[in-house]
């Protein structure tokens, strides 16, 4: 971790970025940068673990708390086909009543209607959730979503993992152990899945260069042959109308460089995880594109729905076109991909 410390708060920026470039290449060789045509749909919006940084979810109790029905899935799901999307990002709060035979039976309906649907869902925290409802291990609840459908688990909730930070941030939500308890089961099944941070609030640096080493450590005991983390994606905490603004005070303050230097010395320290996401969402077109040149090799989704991060100040917006656009203009090829990061035909529009 001194080493990493070192690197990050010494080195010049221009030099930092070539150094994650360097990596980048390594891992990654050739020109390409992926990306992906995906839709954002949540589940719920009623959560109890009452995160201070979230201005999306609600008490059950709330009039405006809503659980989305079969007939939005199937429409939002044909939207999304229509403009060359086959993944449904399934994320939602946790819901106290929706216990695991909910999601299952959701799984199972969206693959019988749409059976070459990809279901990249839920997350750790939702995982947890579910196994103390059910008094069942991590590894049976993501046996039961898999046999129902779920074909890879998001990074979500990890925000940083160090329990000093968490309590502060979601006291309700899981653990940094149980979050990486959840992925350690998840790697065991084979299960594809991907890692994340949301930082610039309350954590210092060494908390996060903590939460990268936890992430290598645990890609590092992943089964030989198993998918593991196939993704890292870091993203800075959005505040416009957070509680930890509004109350406390705290606001983002990530300006680019910041951003920036988080990618390379994501790059530096994840040498296991082959792919570097730049957050355009969170940071804009023009930070993701130098990005680029910092170590990520992956541009992410178009984001055809996105609800969480837009309602704190998130409101960047790529189409198809634009994102590979975006893409080329930084001076590399766009390659369509799935969740697997295989690449899928496609052209530049």
């Given at each position: 971790?001194?080493?990493?410390?070192?690197?990050?708060?010494s080195?010049?920026?221009?030099?930092?970025?070539?150094?994650?470039?360097?990596?980048?290449?390594r891992?990654?060789?050739?020109?390409?940068?992926?990306w992906?045509?995906?839709?954002?749909?949540?589940?719920?919006?009623?959560?109890?673990?009452?995160?201070?940084?979230?201005?999306?979810?609600?008490?059950?109790?709330?009039p405006?708390?809503y659980?989305?029905?079969?007939e939005?899935?199937?429409?939002?799901?044909?939207?999304?086909k229509?403009?060359?999307?086959?993944?449904?990002?399934?994320?939602?709060?946790?819901?106290?009543?929706?216990?695991?035979?909910?999601?299952?039976?959701?799984f199972?309906?969206?693959?019988?209607?749409?059976?070459?649907?990809?279901?990249?869902?839920?997350?750790?925290?939702?995982?947890?959730?579910?196994?103390?409802?059910?008094?069942?291990?991590y590894?049976e609840?993501?046996e039961?979503?898999?046999?129902?459908?779920?074909?890879?688990?998001?990074?979500?909730?990890?925000e940083?993992l160090?329990?000093r930070?968490?309590?502060i941030l979601?006291?309700?939500?899981?653990?940094?152990?149980?979050?990486?308890?959840?992925?350690?089961?998840?790697?065991?099944?084979?299960?594809?899945?991907?890692?994340t941070?949301?930082?610039g609030?309350i954590?210092?640096?060494?908390?996060?260069?903590?939460?990268?080493?936890?992430?290598?450590?645990?890609?590092?005991?992943?089964?030989?042959?198993?998918?593991?983390?196939?993704?890292?994606?870091?993203?800075?905490?959005?505040?416009?109308?957070?509680?930890?603004?509004?109350?406390?005070g705290?606001?983002?303050?990530?300006?680019?460089?910041?951003?920036?230097?988080?990618i390379?010395?994501?790059r530096?320290?994840?040498?296991?995880?082959?792919?570097?996401?730049?957050?355009?969402?969170?940071?804009?077109?023009?930070?993701?594109?130098?990005?680029l040149?910092?170590?990520?090799?992956?541009?992410?989704?178009?984001?055809?729905?996105?609800?969480?991060?837009s309602?704190?100040?998130?409101?960047n917006?790529?189409?198809?076109?634009e994102?590979?656009c975006?893409?080329?203009y930084?001076?590399?090829?766009?390659?369509?991909?799935?969740?697997e990061?295989e690449?899928?035909?496609?052209?530049?529009?």
């Amino acid at each position: 971790m001194d080493e990493g410390k070192i690197l990050y708060e010494s080195l010049p920026l221009a030099e930092l970025m070539n150094l994650g470039h360097d990596l980048r290449c390594r891992y990654n060789p050739g020109n390409k940068v992926t990306w992906i045509i995906d839709r954002n749909v949540n589940i719920t919006n009623a959560c109890i673990s009452g995160c201070r940084f979230c201005n999306f979810y609600r008490p059950v109790s709330d009039p405006l708390c809503y659980i989305t029905t079969l007939e939005e899935y199937y429409r939002k799901i044909e939207e999304m086909k229509e403009l060359g999307g086959n993944q449904l990002l399934l994320q939602g709060g946790m819901h106290p009543h929706l216990g695991l035979s909910f999601y299952t039976d959701l799984f199972t309906k969206l693959k019988e209607k749409f059976p070459e649907l990809r279901l990249h869902a839920l997350g750790p925290p939702e995982i947890v959730h579910l196994s103390t409802l059910e008094q069942m291990t991590y590894k049976e609840v993501l046996e039961q979503l898999v046999r129902a459908g779920m074909n890879s688990l998001p990074g979500a909730g990890a925000e940083i993992l160090v329990d000093r930070v968490r309590k502060i941030l979601s006291p309700v939500k899981c653990s940094a152990g149980e979050w990486l308890g959840v992925m350690k089961a998840a790697h065991e099944l084979d299960l594809t899945t991907s890692a994340t941070m949301m930082f610039g609030h309350i954590e210092t640096i060494d908390e996060r260069l903590q939460h990268l080493i936890a992430i290598r450590e645990l890609q590092a005991q992943k089964p030989s042959g198993a998918k593991g983390f196939l993704s890292f994606i870091p993203w800075p905490f959005q505040d416009e109308g957070t509680v930890l603004k509004e109350k406390y005070g705290i606001s983002n303050h990530t300006g680019p460089e910041e951003y920036i230097r988080m990618i390379a010395i994501s790059r530096i320290m994840l040498p296991n995880i082959s792919n570097i996401q730049a957050s355009w969402l969170t940071v804009g077109k023009d930070t993701a594109q130098l990005c680029l040149h910092a170590g990520a090799n992956d541009f992410g989704s178009i984001m055809i729905e996105e609800n969480v991060v837009s309602v704190a100040g998130a409101n960047n917006k790529l189409n198809a076109t634009e994102i590979q656009c975006a893409i080329r203009y930084a001076g590399f090829i766009p390659q369509l991909r799935n969740q697997e990061f295989e690449s899928l035909p496609g052209k530049f529009q």
